[in-house]
C-alpha cells in the first residue's frame, strides 16, 4: 500500500453550494476576498519545513477536479479545510469526497464555524476528524507533526478529536496568542491568480492591482452580533514597522496599489496608527487603502494624518439609527457621537461607508425608518446593510429562539437571507424595506453624483460593472420581485 505523504498538506477554502451557481453569485460578482488566515498559516507551515498548497474554490468554483487530481498525486496524509458557517457543509462534502479517494487521509477543520461548535461538530460529522479551536498556525504544525496519533493529542492546545473510545474531547483553548510580528507575510504567491483572481468590493478601491490585508487579531468590545469564539478576549497587533514593511511587500511582489485592511478595529491603538501614517508620509510607497474604525477611535487629527498617508475610504459600524435598539446590543451607543465623526471623515477628504444590520433583535418597522433617516442626513457615501444572523459563537446564538424566529439553515446564514425574524416582524416587510432602504440610498442625487465620478475615480469599478452588468440587472430584478411581493402581503 502506497505510504501517504505527512509532509504537505493542501489547504481548502469551499466555495459554500454548488459551483453551477458561481456565476450568478451577487457576492462574488462584488468582492472575491483571499483566504487570508490560510495565506498565514501556510507560510507558518512552510517556514517550518511541512509543505502546504491553497485550493480557493471560491476564487475558482471549478475545483473538484483538482482536488481528485491533487490528492490522487500526492496522497496527503491530512486535508485542511477553513470554514464559515455557510460554507461549512461543502467543506463536509469535500471531506467526504477526499476520503473516497483516499480513505486514510485525515480531515482538519476550522474557521470560526469549528471554533463554536467544538465537539458538537465531532458528533454530527463523521467526515470530521479533527478542528482546530481557535488560532490555527501552531495548533495545526503540532497536529501534523504528531501524525494525528491519538496518543500525543491531549497535549496539543486548540483541539477537538476523537478519543480511543469514539468520545469527542477538546484539550482546551492555547494559553497564549501569537506575536502577530514574529509571522511571516502570508503566502500570497500560493493563491492561484493572485492578486488579478481576487476584487474588492466594486466601488470601494481607486487603483488596480488592489488586496485586503489584515493587520490586527480580535476585538476589545463584545457586541451581541459578533463572533468571538476564535480570538476570543484578545485583542492583537502589528506593530506600524511590520505594516509598512507589509504594504512594501506587496507592492515590490505583486505591484500592489491599494489595499482593504479587513480589521475590526484598525485605530483602537492609536500610536500604532500615527507612526504608521507618519512612515507612509515619509516614505511614500504610491499606494493608498481603506479600513473599517469605531467612532470612539478617530478624531479630526488622526483623520488627516491617515488622508496624507492615503487613506482613501474609513468604513464605520452603524448598525442601527435607532439608539435604543443599538444600546441593546453595544456599548457606548451614541449616535451623536457617531454622526460627528463621520462629519470629521469626510472633511478630512476620505470617502464614508456605512455598516448597518437589518433585522436584530428588536427590530422594529419605525426602527429601520430610523435607520434611513440617520443615514440619509449624514455625508456617507457608501452603504452595506447585512441581514442579521444570529451565528454560533455569537451571544444572540443562544437565545435567538426566544427573541423571534430562527430558520437555522447553515449553508444560507451568510447575511443575504432574513432567516432570524424578530417578533413583531415578518420576513416580508424585511425583504421589503431591505429593498427600500437602498432604493432610496442609490436615487438620492449626490449618490448618483459619486458615483459618475467614478468613472475616473475607480475606473475599474465600471470596468467590472459593465462586464457583470447582467448579474447585477438578474439580482436587481429578483429584490424587486421579492419587494414586490412583500408589498402585496403587506
Not at 153 to 182: C, H, M, W
Not at 392 to 404: K, S
Amino acid at each position: 500500500m502506497t505510504t501517504l505523504n505527512e509532509d504537505r498538506i493542501p489547504l481548502v477554502h469551499p466555495l459554500g453550494y454548488g459551483s453551477e451557481n458561481a456565476g450568478r453569485d451577487i457576492s462574488r460578482m462584488a468582492n472575491i476576498m483571499p483566504p487570508l488566515g490560510l495565506a498565514s498559516i501556510a507560510a507558518f507551515l512552510e517556514r517550518d519545513n511541512i509543505g502546504a498548497d491553497i485550493i480557493d474554490c471560491y476564487a475558482s468554483p471549478l475545483s473538484d477536479p483538482f482536488i481528485r487530481d491533487y490528492l490522487t498525486g500526492q496522497r496527503p496524509a491530512f486535508i485542511g479545510l477553513s470554514c464559515t458557517t455557510s460554507s461549512f457543509l461543502d467543506g463536509v462534502r469535500i471531506a467526504s469526497l477526499a476520503k473516497s479517494i483516499e480513505p486514510r487521509i485525515k480531515t482538519v477543520f476550522g474557521g470560526p464555524h469549528v471554533s463554536a461548535l467544538k465537539t458538537r461538530i465531532l458528533e454530527d460529522f463523521p467526515e470530521v476528524d479533527f478542528c482546530i479551536v481557535g488560532e490555527g498556525e501552531e495548533t495545526l504544525e503540532e497536529l501534523l507533526r504528531s501524525g494525528g496519533q491519538t496518543g500525543g493529542l491531549p497535549g496539543i492546545e486548540g483541539i477537538a478529536y476523537r478519543d480511543e473510545e469514539g468520545n469527542p474531547f477538546f484539550t482546551g483553548y492555547r494559553k497564549k496568542g501569537l506575536d502577530l510580528d514574529s509571522l511571516p507575510f502570508p503566502a500570497y504567491e500560493k493563491l492561484p491568480g493572485y492578486p488579478e483572481a481576487y476584487k474588492l468590493p466594486i466601488f470601494n478601491y481607486p487603483k488596480v492591482p488592489s488586496s485586503s490585508c489584515i493587520s490586527s487579531r480580535g476585538c476589545p468590545y463584545s457586541c451581541s452580533y459578533c463572533d468571538r469564539s476564535v480570538f476570543r478576549n484578545s485583542f492583537r497587533y502589528n506593530s506600524a514597522e511590520y505594516l509598512y514593511e507589509h504594504l512594501k511587500y506587496l507592492k515590490d511582489r505583486f505591484h500592489i496599489r491599494h489595499v482593504n485592511f479587513y480589521d475590526d478595529q484598525f485605530t483602537f491603538n492609536r500610536k500604532r496608527v500615527t507612526d504608521f501614517a507618519r512612515k507612509m508620509t515619509d516614505g511614500p510607497l504610491g499606494m493608498t487603502f481603506n479600513c473599517a474604525v469605531r467612532a470612539e477611535h478617530i478624531d479630526s487629527d488622526l483623520a488627516g494624518m491617515m488622508r496624507q498617508a492615503g487613506c482613501w475610504m474609513i468604513s464605520l459600524g452603524i448598525e442601527t439609527g435607532d439608539e435604543e435598539l443599538l444600546a441593546q446590543h453595544r456599548k457606548n451607543a451614541d449616535l451623536d457621537m457617531l454622526a460627528e465623526k463621520i462629519r470629521v471623515i469626510k472633511k478630512a477628504g476620505m470617502r464614508v461607508k456605512g455598516l448597518l444590520m437589518m433585522g436584530l433583535p428588536g427590530e422594529t418597522r419605525e426602527s429601520i425608518k430610523k435607520s434611513m433617516d440617520f443615514v440619509f442626513s449624514l455625508p456617507i457615501d457608501d452603504i452595506n446593510v447585512s441581514k442579521f444572523t444570529p451565528f454560533p459563537g455569537t451571544p444572540l446564538y443562544e437565545n435567538a429562539r426566544e427573541l423571534g424566529t430562527f430558520e437555522e439553515d447553515w449553508a444560507r446564514m451568510d447575511c443575504m437571507n432574513f432567516l432570524f425574524i424578530p417578533r413583531g416582524m415578518t420576513k416580508r416587510i424585511l425583504e421589503k424595506l431591505f429593498t427600500r432602504f437602498y432604493r432610496k440610498h442609490l436615487m438620492r442625487p449626490k449618490i448618483l453624483f459619486d458615483y459618475i465620478t467614478m468613472i475616473w475615480r475607480s475606473p475599474d469599478s465600471w470596468k467590472r460593472f459593465f462586464a457583470n452588468i447582467g448579474g447585477f440587472l438578474r439580482f436587481a430584478a429578483t429584490d424587486k420581485r421579492i419587494a414586490g411581493n412583500a408589498e402585496k402581503g403587506r
